[in-house]
């Protein structure tokens, strides 16, 4: 079987991540390491809320919708020697960036030679537009970088943070597309979280986190919201359980 070692599914070269302690290290550049005040006020408010918070947006038409990605799939930051099937589209990336091309943080490192921010990665992809569940959310909040992640049967996030430093750029949502009850499991600080469908929720992606898939078309979107005061009041106000 040569899916997982050099080619996708459908005979394309796989485009493999770097290796992650090749990726230069943030913490290198002091200066980006000390947060402003703005970072403060927003991640106070952000440790206010806990780490995983469904929001109130209505998701209706995956199923319709997803049709439309066919021909966008692609594998998600293969690694060499690990079996992992996790498929990606583009969202919202780089400046003329297509559905098809690579979303994982250590793919553009390869690319770039550096992890490039979140926030920068702001430009649309045709997928945007396809995706009419999201039409709402989308207008809502500024985002970076965000793509659809399909986890199918085996397909996992091992532990990891996506961030650790105050002076993150961006903010996680993830919202979950279809029915995947039952066969898709997070955990988020070693505890199981709970997923409604068709739901977007707040998740603190500063904490240890690790999701996996017992079946295919496990749907997400990842979207990285751009962290200022304006996008945490606007949080605040699609949480789902108000006071
Ligand atoms: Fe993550």
Not at 61 to 75: Q, S
């Amino acid at each position: 079987m040569s899916f997982g070692r050099d080619t996708d599914k459908r005979g394309n070269k796989l485009f493999h991540a770097v290796q992650e302690n090749n990726v230069k290290p943030v913490y290198q550049d002091m200066e980006y390491t000390i947060p402003t005040l703005e970072d403060m006020q927003c991640e106070a408010q952000l440790s206010a809320l806990g780490v995983w918070e469904p929001l109130s947006f209505h998701i209706s038409g995956w199923d319709e919708d997803v049709k439309k990605l066919e021909d966008w799939w692609v594998p998600f930051q293969p690694k060499k020697g690990i079996l992992n099937d996790r498929e990606s589209v583009l969202v919202i990336g780089p400046e003329g960036c297509k559905p098809s091309d690579p979303c994982g943080l250590a793919q553009l490192a390869k690319i770039y030679g550096f992890k490039p921010n979140e926030d920068t990665m702001s430009f649309a992809t045709e997928a945007k537009d396809a995706i009419l569940c999201l039409s709402e959310v989308f207008k809502y909040f500024d985002f970076g970088r965000s793509f659809v992640i399909r986890l199918n049967s085996g397909g996992h996030y091992p532990p990891h943070r996506d961030h650790i430093l105050l002076t993150r750029p961006t903010f996680r949502l993830i919202a979950f597309l279809g029915d995947s009850t039952g066969q898709l499991r997070w955990e988020v600080e070693d505890k199981l979280v709970h997923v409604e469908p068709n739901h977007v929720y707040y998740v603190d992606t500063r904490k240890t986190h690790r999701l996996w898939s017992a079946g295919s078309n496990s749907d997400m979107v990842v979207f990285n919201v751009v962290k200022n005061w304006t996008n945490v009041m606007k949080l605040m106000t699609m949480l789902k359980y108000q006071g």
